[in-house]
Structures are given as structure tokens and as C-alpha cells.
């Protein structure tokens, strides 16, 4: 009996948000300490849930919440990729909630495939983030291959130990092919991804990009699996879910029995768990190096799992459908849903995408390694050249801090040749007063006048303690002084 002639208790959506929890997972093991907020620590646990119960819309409402609020926890710092991650959990939540209410008080009937009401938004989503990240990378910067960030992710590659024969300092030619690549592998896969014959040629250039760069940043393949998978039309989805749910009852039942599936599942949980807190372990005893993407604790190998999960994934949907000759079916309507209140949060998205240019913040705008910079009056964007656009005053008012007896400031900001926003400056004063009752000594050139304060927390400027939800929002990298410029996440 072929896959597309079983019955399948595995549904589309719920192998989809089986992927979601996937990522969530990923994501914690990769670069969060999950530890520091009951946030996290539930929305682990309830993605490992969810791992298992894809098909309750109870447990995936959970999976959703719990991971929006374990983001916004982490804001106004957190991952590009994550805060877009937090925004599509917004939109699978309310159709989760809605349905939930419509349910509870109006007897309808259960409707497990509800959240497809918004996969349409969230296709036009990840196609607007591709675009996104081509716009920000037309700066001035991002074509220098000395200091280009496509150029700089591959050395990091090179030299990341994977043993692959790749030379660590490419010759001139090498690096404008990896910038001008980068470039036109970025704008191709949206194009591909929004016609409908091209949906396969799409998975298979995005699939190999993705997992090239996922060798040192693992977790975000998972996600691109998931997002992925909303791409593949509805002929080759249906039979696709019904594989993959043989092969799971294959390894888990069929293998060991219900109660052994169980206790194989009760593993995994236990197993998931303790990596992930050996790896912040591992951390927090030095063995961490480059963040996330080069860790050279012993763990390193275990934890690559995520990036062969991804690589496996990949492989299995390719041979599938070529096998079949699934890649010639084409794709349904892609960006059409008649719940018109989802669209809503496009416009948000994009102004959330622009705010670089408006002054208002530079991280969680889909700026990924992308070399723009927009702060301290300067402006290396090729298309939305000058300042006139800017609208709010944050990135211009930048502070040079001269001497100060805080040693990490006196690392970052004086050895390092950095600037500081003033709304950061005086957060990072507010924040370091509510946690340490030492001394806080700063001098600094502000406007070009120097000022010098012997103790913080007496300063009534510097203690102007701005708005929660503009703490939460607005966040200023820092900024290299003068003509050095530098790759940056």
C-alpha cells in the first residue's frame, strides 16, 4: 500500500506544528540560557510536548504562548530570526484562540487544520523577510570584501573545524563571489518561492544555503524546515505528511511497542533537557567562544543534531518528491486567506523592518549580517541614502564614553573604540544600579562637550528612566568609532 492510500492520523498542519516545536527546541539549545525565566523553562517543556501532541489545539496554543513570552523576556535583545519566530506564534495563536472560544461557547465542531486560516500570512511573511534582508545588504559596507559580512561568515566556516577543504583567507575574486552570490541566492529564493512552478527549485536552493550557513548557526535550518513546508503544494503535502507519519509510527511503535514509544518519548524529554542544561553549563565555565556559532565544549559534536536533523529533513523531502514526481505538481493559491484580520500584521512587520532608517532601533529588523549601519549621522544604505528619512533622534544622539570604572564598559567601550546610544547608556546606568550598590563613575563627550560624573546613580539625567514598553522596543547597537567598520549580527 503507497503512502498516499493510508489513512493518516498525522494532519497537515499538526506535522507542521511538530516542526514548530522542533525550532523552539533547536532554538534553546542553541544560544538561550534557558534558566533565567520560568518563560523558558515552560516553553521548552511544552515544545517537547507538543512534540507529541501536535493535534491538541490546548498543548500548540501553549507551544505559541510560551514562546512569544519567553521572546519578549529576552527583548529588546533578541535574534532576528526568533523575533520573527515570536511574530508567526502571534498569528498561530489567535487562530488558536479563536477556535478555542468559537468551540467552548458556540458547539462547533472541531476544525483541527483552523490554523491554516493564517498560512497564507505567514508565506507573505517569509517572502517579505528574504526581500528584507536583500534591502538592508545594499549598503556600501556589505560590497567591501574586507569587511563584508558574507565574506566573514564564510571564514567563520572555514575555520569552524568541520573538516572541509575551504580556504579561511579567500583571495580577492572568492569574496566578491560570495558577496555578489549571497546577493542573488537571497533574491532568487523568494522569486522561486512565490511562482507557482518553481516551489521545488526554491526548497532545493534555500535547503542548500541554509543548511551551508546552518554549520555555524544550527538552529535556524529547523526553523526554515517549518517554514518551508508551507510551501510545498497540497498534492505532494498530503502524501509527504503521510510518510513521514509511517516512518515515525515505524521507529516509535512499531519498534517498541506502545509503552516503549512512551518511555522512548519520556527520553527524549529527559535527554533534551539535560543537554540543554550542560550546554548553558558549559558556557557559563568558559568553554564558549563566537557566541553560539563556534562552541568548542565537548558537547559541540551532540549538539549538532540540530543541523543533522535539518540536513536529514531536507534530504528525505527532496527524495520524496522527486521520487514521486511530486516537484511537477503546481502550487495553490499562496497569499489568499479570508481571515482579511491577519493581514494587518504585514504593515507592522514592514515598519518594524524600516525602523533602522527611521531612527528608531537596529536590532529585530531583519538586518541579518547585512553590514547597514544608520546611526551617529552617517547613512551607508545605497537606496535610502541621507538622513532625511530618520523621523526619531536615537541613532544620532551616539555617546563616546572616555574613562568609566566599570571594567566591561571600560572593555567595550573604551579598548574596543565603540559608541553608545544615549537611551542605552542610560539603561545600561539604570540597570547596573538596580543590580550592584557600587559606585558608578563615567566620563564621557556628548554633542562634543565632556561630562563628568562621579556617581550614576545621583545624575538625574542619566536616572530619566524611559517608558517599560519603549525599554522593550527600542534598542541601539553599538557603533565602531570613526572609519573602522565590522560585521555585526
Known amino acids: 500500500m503507497t503512502p498516499s492510500e493510508t489513512r493518516s492520523n498525522l494532519s497537515y498542519t499538526s506535522l507542521f506544528m511538530m516542526l514548530w516545536c522542533l525550532m523552539i527546541i533547536a532554538e534553546y539549545d542553541n544560544m538561550f540560557n534557558w534558566r533565567d525565566s520560568p518563560y523558558h523553562v515552560l516553553s521548552i517543556l511544552t515544545a517537547y510536548t507538543g512534540l507529541f501532541f501536535a493535534r491538541s489545539k490546548y498543548v500548540m496554543a501553549a507551544v505559541c504562548l510560551f514562546q ?15 523575533f520573527f519566530s515570536m ?11 479563536w477556535q478555542i472560544v468559537r468551540d467552548r461557547f458556540n458547539n462547533a465542531p472541531i476544525d483541527t487544520e483552523y490554523p491554516k486560516k493564517v498560512f497564507p500570512v505567514i508565506r507573505l511573511l517569509v517572502v ?3 526581500f528584507m534582508a536583500v534591502f538592508h545588504k545594499l549598503n556600501t559596507d556589505f560590497f567591501d570584501p574586507q569587511v563584508s559580512c558574507a565574506v566573514h561568515i564564510w571564514e567563520q566556516i572555514a575555520s569552524g573545524g568541520f573538516m572541509l ?16 552570490g549571497t546577493l542573488l541566492i537571497e533574491l532568487t529564493i523568494p522569486v522561486l518561492l512565490s511562482m507557482r512552478r518553481t516551489w521545488f527549485v526554491a526548497l532545493i536552493v534555500g535547503g542548500g544555503f541554509h543548511l551551508m550557513t546552518g554549520l555555524i548557526m544550527r538552529h535556524f535550518p529547523v526553523l526554515i524546515c517549518a517554514l518551508y513546508f508551507l510551501f510545498i503544494p497540497k498534492g505532494a503535502a498530503r502524501p509527504l505528511t503521510q510518510k513521514f507519519e509511517t516512518l515515525i509510527r515505524r521507529i516509535s511503535q512499531d519498534s517498541f511497542g506502545v509503552i516503549g514509544a512512551l518511555i522512548l518519548q519520556a527520553v527524549v524529554m529527559t535527554l533534551g533537557s539535560v543537554l540543554a542544561f550542560l550546554h548553558d553549563y558549559s558556557r557559563e565555565i568558559g568553554h564558549y567562544r563566537w557566541g553560539a556559532y563556534a562552541d568548542q565544549s565537548a558537547l559541540w559534536p551532540l549538539l549538532r543534531v540540530w543541523w543533522l536533523l535539518a540536513a536529514a529533513v531536507f534530504g528525505m523531502t527532496v527524495f520524496f518528491v522527486i521520487r514521486h514526481g511530486y516537484y511537477r505538481i503546481q502550487r495553490d493559491q499562496l497569499f489568499r486567506t479570508r481571515w482579511f484580520a491577519a493581514y494587518a500584521v504585514v504593515p507592522v512587520f514592514m515598519l518594524n523592518c524600516l525602523a533602522p532608517y527611521l531612527g528608531l532601533k537596529t536590532v529585530d529588523t531583519m538586518a541579518m549580517w547585512s553590514n547597514l549601519n ?11 541614502r541621507g538622513n532625511g528619512w530618520k523621523v526619531f533622534p536615537y541613532g544620532d544622539d551616539m555617546v563616546e564614553i572616555i574613562d568609566t570604572n566599570v571594567p566591561e564598559w571600560r572593555q567595550k567601550l573604551v579598548y574596543e573604540n565603540r559608541l553608545v546610544a544615549w537611551t542605552m547608556l542610560k539603561q545600561m546606568v539604570q540597570d547596573r544600579v538596580r543590580t550592584s550598590r557600587a559606585r558608578i563613575y563615567l566620563k564621557y563627550r556628548r ?4 561630562e563628568t560624573v562621579d556617581d550614576a546613580a545621583w545624575n538625574p539625567e542619566l536616572m530619566d528612566t524611559n517608558p517599560y514598553w519603549f525599554r522593550k522596543c527600542v534598542f541601539i547597537k553599538l557603533v565602531s568609532k570613526g572609519e573602522v567598520r565590522e560585521c555585526s549580527w
Request: glycine share 8%; hydrophobic share 50%; charged share 10%.
Open 68 to 82: 512569544m513570552l519567553s521572546c519578549f523576556k529576552d527583548m529588546p535583545v533578541t535574534a532576528n530570526h526568533w
Open 87 to 97: 511574530i508567526l506564534s502571534g498569528l498561530l495563536l489567535c487562530t488558536l484562540g
Open 128 to 130: 517579505l523577510m528574504y
Open 165 to 180: 577543504p575551504l580556504p579561511a583567507d579567500p583571495p580577492l575574486w572568492f569574496r566578491h563571489l560570495l558577496i555578489y
Open 374 to 384: 544608520t546611526l551617529n549621522g552617517e547613512n551607508n544604505h545605497m537606496v535610502l
Open 447 to 450: 554633542g562634543g562637550l565632556v
